[in-house]
């Protein structure tokens, strides 16, 4: 590929190509850099000059403010990770095992239940009738399972799964059941070890859509003490009134509140964990792009 | 006989049945349940009476639904707005994507793909606040870099035009990134074979991508442009909700049938017309799903749904 008299067409291209990518990828990295920058600058200044790209004027304030009443923010944080765990867990499984005997190619009724679990992707009663059907029935309303379990299974999950097992010789399932074991069985302790690329796919998937969730926590949720990182984050922009509660809790005086700077610092103190992961877990997810454009 | 073939059937299949049996349960319960409970769409909800027993408002809630002018409003921004997304983040997707696959400077490459699926990892919370950050008349980006220049500062929060360009925008930043894997991952998968011999034949690296690389991403695209196509009524409620919230100013340009559904629900409890806009929602998306897919089969089975 790489030549040495490199001819006029790459030139070309790479006098395209180069900028229009850098282009793109610093627009994708500005705000970020925005957000981290500004939650470091001092509320006079931002108040004074406005937000900036670039920090001026370095200041911890916001942060000392922000974690100086740190109860409602642990809480969330411990809220998220707990919604993230246990959905993330039981979603997998349950996807999983789903997927496993949806491609079993002796079980009988495995169309009909496919077609079961395909139609909810063509129609569905909408968001009204599945609002009161969770409220007035399930009496999900400020429950800690609203938060995960309505979303638990995934059709799309469930899908990837049967695809990728499909891929498991059905062999290993016929050999282990003329030893005696039960399908139960055979896919804990055969099929789960051999699918850990697609658990750690859909893991990874499942994980990230319950950490950044908001939308049930707004749905279900008027409890304070179960407001989960992003939703708690979205109460802070969406009013200052959140704030209020907050500094009123430490005592300080309404007016000089550093609100500019702290809405950024909480935003890096919610967005901080997936940054930080992002680079040792950013394969796995271009792993399971594929792993779904292979099933297609 | 056959009763007893089906008994038989059950009990050799028993733990697989149980296997299936949480899912099975679950999509019962929260998608074909309120499957059933479209019939709110036909009635004047009572909270205290439940579903059943709210008294029948025959097409009330339709009605009112579609002469109060909302229905056009928002099936109109919710299929435009689909659209602009797909049109624009599949070229820039597929362009970026070529691009990459061609570049040879291994750690731009990764870099460069690494940052632009950044976005995606964030919630819509995160780029709410982003916005804001941009936007904000005070002290927003945007009109720090205005007054610099010695322009006058705007308000875009009560910029209606504005927003559709805004709302393409980051739809953009958060899932071209995204996309951009997608074809990447089904580029690399193409026979290396094809561009060694076009090499040898002398074709110069855009003819290359003209005439091996975009035909092979053909079958992706189509597929994901289907996709795209079979949702068109349902619109992405995080982006509008998170970047416009409450703001009625903008609502003209920038409502679609999820946040009016939503907020006809929460703020106004005008649950019998939010249910019968959603009920709207669904059939049209049924419809649009199935046409699409009859076409497709008709004109290229291979890239047919279902």
């Given at each position: ?27 994708c ?10 939650s470091?600058?001092?509320e ?9 790209i ?15 009443n740190?109860v ?26 789903t ?20 139609f ?10 599945w ?15 609203a ?12 899908l ?11 062999e ?5 059941k ?9 896919f804990?302790k ?8 697609l ?10 859509s ?38 009123e ?20 103190i ?8 992002y ?6 997810f ?11 | ?23 099975v349960?679950?999509?019962?319960i ?11 769409a036909f009635?004047q ?27 056009i409003?928002?099936?109109r921004?919710t ?10 983040n ?23 793909q ?20 941009i936007?904000?008349?005070e ?8 007054i610099?220049?010695g322009?006058?500062p ?13 709302l393409?925008a980051f739809?953009?930043?958060k ?8 074809y ?7 026979d ?9 034949d ?23 442009i ?12 995080g ?14 340009a920038?409502d ?7 907020r ?10 939010a ?8 059939i ?23």
């Amino acid at each position: 590929m790489s030549s040495k008299n490199k001819s006029y067409d790459k030139v070309i291209f790479n006098i395209i190509g180069y900028p229009l990518i850098s282009i793109f990828a610093i627009f994708c990295l500005i705000p970020f850099v925005m957000i981290i920058s500004s939650s470091f600058t001092s509320e006079e200044y931002i108040i004074k000059y406005g937000y900036s790209i670039i920090p001026r004027q370095f200041s911890l304030e916001s942060y000392r403010l922000t974690l100086q009443n740190p109860v409602a923010i642990l809480r969330a944080y411990g809220v998220t990770i707990l919604v993230t765990v246990i959905g993330t867990a039981l979603g997998v499984f349950i996807n999983a095992m789903t997927g496993y005997v949806l491609q079993r190619k002796d079980f009988r009724w495995r169309n009909i239940f496919s077609f079961y679990f395909f139609f909810t992707t063509l129609f569905s009663g909408g968001l009204v009738p599945w609002y009161i059907l969770c409220v007035k029935y399930l009496h999900l309303k400020d429950s800690f399972f609203a938060l995960f379990v309505p979303s638990l299974v995934s059709v799309w999950n469930i899908l990837l799964s049967k695809g990728f097992m499909k891929g498991i010789p059905f062999e290993i399932t016929e050999s282990a059941k003329i030893d005696g074991a039960g399908d139960f069985t055979v896919f804990c302790k055969l099929i789960i070890p051999l699918s850990k690329p697609l658990l750690a796919t859909i893991g990874l998937f499942t994980a990230l859509s319950y950490w950044n969730d908001w939308f049930y926590c707004m749905m279900f949720i008027s409890n304070e003490k179960l407001y989960t990182l992003q939703y708690f984050l979205h109460r802070l922009l969406a009013s200052v009134r959140a704030i209020r509660t907050i500094m009123e809790q430490s005592g300080m005086d309404i007016p000089t509140l550093p609100v500019e700077s702290m809405k950024m610092s909480l935003t890096v103190i919610v967005t901080g964990p997936i940054i930080f992961l992002y680079p040792f877990v950013q394969k796995y997810f271009v792993k399971g792009l594929t792993l779904g454009a292979v099933k297609g | 006989m056959k009763n007893n073939s089906i008994v038989k059937s059950i009990s050799k299949n028993k733990t697989l049945l149980l296997m299936l049996m949480p899912a099975v349960i679950h999509v019962f319960i929260f998608s074909y349940l309120p499957m059933g409970g479209i019939v709110m769409a036909f009635k004047q909800f009572k909270y205290q009476l439940g579903i059943f027993k709210s008294p029948w408002v025959g097409f009330n809630n339709f009605r009112f639904f579609f002469l109060s002018g909302q229905a056009i409003t928002v099936t109109r921004n919710t299929i435009l707005y689909n659209l602009a997304f797909l049109v624009v983040n599949t070229s820039l997707e597929v362009i970026f994507a070529v691009i990459l696959s061609e570049i040879s400077a291994k750690h731009f490459k990764k870099i460069a793909q690494s940052i632009m699926f950044l976005p995606h990892f964030v919630s819509w919370v995160i780029v709410a606040s982003i916005a804001y950050n941009i936007f904000n008349y005070e002290t927003g980006v945007l009109n720090n870099l205005l007054i610099s220049l010695g322009l006058e500062p705007v308000n875009i929060y009560a910029k209606p035009a504005a927003w559709k360009y805004i709302l393409v925008a980051f739809k953009a930043w958060k899932s071209v990134g995204y996309g951009t894997v997608v074809y990447l991952a089904s580029i690399v998968s193409i026979d290396n074979e094809l561009y060694e011999a076009a090499e040898i034949d002398g074709a110069n690296i855009f003819q290359r991508i003209r005439h091996i690389t975009i035909p092979c991403l053909v079958p992706t695209m189509t597929i994901l442009i289907l996709l795209a196509i079979g949702q068109v009524f349902r619109g992405d409620f995080g982006l509008f909700y998170q970047l416009v919230g409450n703001n009625g100013l903008l609502f003209d340009a920038t409502d679609i049938i999820d946040t009016f559904v939503f907020r006809s629900l929460m703020q106004s409890s005008e649950v019998g017309m939010a249910a019968a806009a959603g009920l709207y929602q669904s059939i049209m998306c049924f419809i649009t799903i199935m046409i699409t897919n009859y076409i497709v089969k008709k004109v290229q089975s291979d890239y047919a749904l279902f």
